[in-house]
Each structure stands twice: as C-alpha cells, then as structure tokens.
C-alpha cells in the first residue's frame, strides 16, 4: 500500500509541475521539485512512512494525502479496486473524485495509473 500511494503522490507532483522527474527538456515553469517530508499513515495493516514530495516555490499541495490526513483505512480497498476491475480513465476519474472530494484530470489518471499497474501486477 505503501508503495502504491507513492507512485500515486509522485504522478500528482509530476502532473502539479508539468514535467517528469528529470525531464528537463520539458520543463515550461520556474518552480521544481525541492526533495521530500515524511509521513506516517495509519491504515488497515498498521502504520507506515511515505515521503511527501514538495516543490520549491510551497505551491504544491497533495490531494491523494491531504494535508493533516493521515488515516487511509476507509480508502484502501477502494485503490485497489481501481486495477483489480480494470476500470477505464472515466471510471477511476469518478472513483478518484468520490473517495478525495476533488476533481482530477485524464492526464493525472493517466500518470497515476502508468506509475500504479506494475505494482498491481507485481501485487
């Protein structure tokens, strides 16, 4: 799970900037990437630490884990729902908004879900 909400906080960060980690070249914006905060999130199988990704200019703000949220425990199944049924971009831009409460672009369901299936699959 812990990985699985990683992937989804860099794709957010990486649709937020508008350029993917080290791409450069694609960069249209001053502000960056300026490391990682920890942490901790209480779900169904106990705690674990994720690394909140920031940007340099305090823009960036994560709507997977919002700030101050630190309990999952009601949303996991849903995640995992997500890939297990083979939803379309629709359907998981619908699932997205009822559990988050915010409306989320094809763009970030595509990035989301590129960095999500292989760790489904490896699931």
Same mark, same amino acid.
């Given at each position: 799970?812990?990985?699985?909400?990683?992937?989804?906080?860099?794709?957010?960060?990486?649709?937020?900037?508008?350029?993917?980690?080290?791409?450069?070249?694609?960069?249209?914006?001053?502000?960056?990437?300026?490391?990682?905060?920890?942490?901790?999130?209480?779900?169904?199988?106990?705690?674990?630490?994720?690394?909140?990704?920031?940007?340099?200019?305090?823009?960036?703000?994560?709507?997977?884990?919002?700030?101050?949220?630190?309990? $999952? *425990?009601? #949303?996991?199944?849903?995640?995992? =729902?997500?890939?297990?049924?083979?939803?379309? /971009?629709?359907? +998981?831009?619908?699932? $997205? *908004?009822? #559990?988050?409460?915010?409306?989320? =672009?094809?763009?970030?369901?595509?990035?989301? /879900?590129?960095? +999500?299936?292989?760790?489904?699959?490896?699931?």
């Amino acid at each position: 799970m812990a990985d699985t909400v990683q992937s989804m906080l860099e794709a957010e960060i990486e649709d937020e900037l508008g350029y993917s980690k080290y791409d450069y070249k694609n960069k249209d914006t001053s502000n960056t990437r300026n490391g990682y905060y920890p942490k901790t999130i209480n779900s169904t199988n106990g705690e674990f630490t994720i690394d909140i990704p920031r940007d340099r200019e305090g823009e960036y703000e994560p709507k997977v884990i919002k700030k101050f949220e630190n309990d $999952i *425990s009601s #949303i996991e199944d849903k995640i995992l =729902s997500m890939y297990a049924k083979g939803m379309t /971009t629709r359907d +998981i831009q619908k699932h $997205i *908004s009822e #559990i988050y409460a915010f409306d989320a =672009s094809p763009s970030l369901i595509s990035k989301i /879900t590129d960095k +999500i299936l292989p760790i489904a699959h490896q699931w």
